[in-house]
C-alpha cells in the first residue's frame, strides 16, 4: 500500500470515527501530503523504516523555513496521532513520534478590536446587496464569537430569531446554541427577506450567507471580505475573521461576563483556553494604570 493510501485511511478514520469537520480534516491532510514529499525525497515512505531522527529532522526544517512554533506543534501532534493510527492498523509497530519532545509555544495575546474600534469596521460596508449581507456576517460573529468553519458552515434552518438564538455544530460535532440580539436577529432577517434571495442562484441553496456567486462561503472567501473592509476602515491592525471572537470574548470579559458563561458561548472544552481573555483583561488594566496614576 503506499503512503497516500494511508493518508487518505486516516482521514477517512478522522471523518467517520472522529467526527472532524471538513476544515480540521483539510488541515490534517495539508500537514500529511507536507510530511509525504519530504518522505518521498529521502525515500523513506515505508512506515516501518521511519525513525525519531527522521522526524526531528523533519520539524528542524520547518523550523528553519519560518514555521512559527505554534504550526510545528500542530505538525508534530498530526505525526503522533498519524503514526499511532498506522500503529493500530497494524501497518507498523512502532510510533516514532512518541520520543519527540513537545514544542513549548510563545504565548501571544490575540489581536482585538477595542468597541470604537469594532463599531467603525462595522460601518465600513456600503448599501449594496453584498455590503449588506457583509455587514450581517460581520456583525453576527462580534455579537455570537463563532469560529470561521462554523459561520460558513450555518444552515438557514439553524436560525431561530424569534427565540433569539443560532444552533451551531462546533468542533468534535458538539452542538451548542448561541444567543444572539434582537438587533442582529433583525439584521438577519432582512438579509434573508431580501439581499439573500437577491444573491440565490439555486433555491436548494441552504447555506445563511450567499456569495455573489450563489454559492456558500468558503474559509478563504471571508478571510477575503474581513481584509477588504480593514484596509477600507483604516484602524491599521491585522484584522481577520478570528479577530471578531477575540473581541467578542474580551469585550463580555471586560465588562464582567462570568468566565464559565463565555467558556460556553464560545464552545471551550477546557476553561484555561477562555482564560487567555482575563488576561488581556488585565493587562489593559495595568496600561491605564501606568497612563493615569499620579505616582507613575
Do not use: C
Not at 75 to 84: A, D, P, R
Not at 104 to 114: F, G, N, Q, S
Not at 131 to 156: F, N, Q
Not at 234 to 239: A, F, P, V
Request: proline share 2%.
Amino acid at each position: 500500500m503506499d503512503f497516500k493510501r494511508h493518508i487518505d485511511e486516516y482521514l477517512l478514520f478522522l471523518s467517520v470515527e472522529k467526527g472532524l469537520s471538513q476544515s480540521s480534516i483539510n488541515s490534517y491532510r495539508q500537514d500529511l501530503l507536507q510530511y509525504e514529499a519530504y518522505l518521498t525525497e529521502r525515500k523513506t515512505l515505508d512506515p516501518s523504516r521511519i525513525d525519531t531522527e527522521l522526524l526531528i529532522t523533519f520539524l528542524k526544517e520547518l523550523k528553519q523555513a519560518g514555521k512559527s512554533a505554534k504550526t510545528i506543534s500542530r505538525m508534530q501532534s498530526t505525526l503522533k496521532n498519524f503514526h499511532q493510527f498506522l500503529v493500530n492498523d497494524g501497518i507498523t509497530t512502532h510510533n516514532p513520534a512518541l520520543r519527540l519532545h513537545s514544542i513549548k509555544e510563545a504565548k501571544k495575546l490575540p489581536v482585538y478590536l477595542t468597541v470604537e474600534e469594532m463599531e467603525r469596521l462595522l460601518a465600513t460596508p456600503d448599501q449594496s446587496v453584498a455590503g449588506i449581507r457583509d455587514r450581517a456576517m460581520m456583525e453576527l460573529l462580534y455579537a455570537s464569537g463563532l469560529r470561521v468553519s462554523e459561520l460558513i458552515d450555518i444552515k438557514t434552518s439553524d436560525l431561530n430569531t424569534d427565540m433569539g438564538y443560532i444552533r451551531i455544530m462546533g468542533k468534535g460535532s458538539k452542538e451548542r446554541i448561541v444567543p444572539i440580539t434582537d438587533f442582529v436577529g433583525e439584521l438577519l432577517e432582512q438579509y434573508i427577506a431580501n439581499e439573500r434571495l437577491a444573491l440565490l442562484k439555486d433555491d436548494d441553496a441552504e447555506e445563511l450567507f450567499i456569495t455573489n456567486r450563489g454559492r456558500g462561503f468558503t474559509r478563504q472567501g471571508l478571510w477575503k471580505t474581513v481584509k477588504k473592509y480593514e484596509l477600507a476602515s483604516g484602524i491599521g491592525k491585522n484584522i481577520t475573521p478570528h479577530t471578531f471572537r477575540h473581541s467578542f470574548a474580551t469585550h463580555l470579559v471586560e465588562n464582567g461576563a462570568d468566565l464559565r458563561a463565555v467558556q460556553e458561548m464560545l464552545g471551550h472544552s477546557d476553561i484555561s483556553t477562555t482564560q487567555i481573555y482575563t488576561q488581556i483583561s488585565a493587562v489593559k488594566i495595568r496600561e491605564m494604570y501606568k497612563k493615569f496614576h499620579p505616582r507613575k
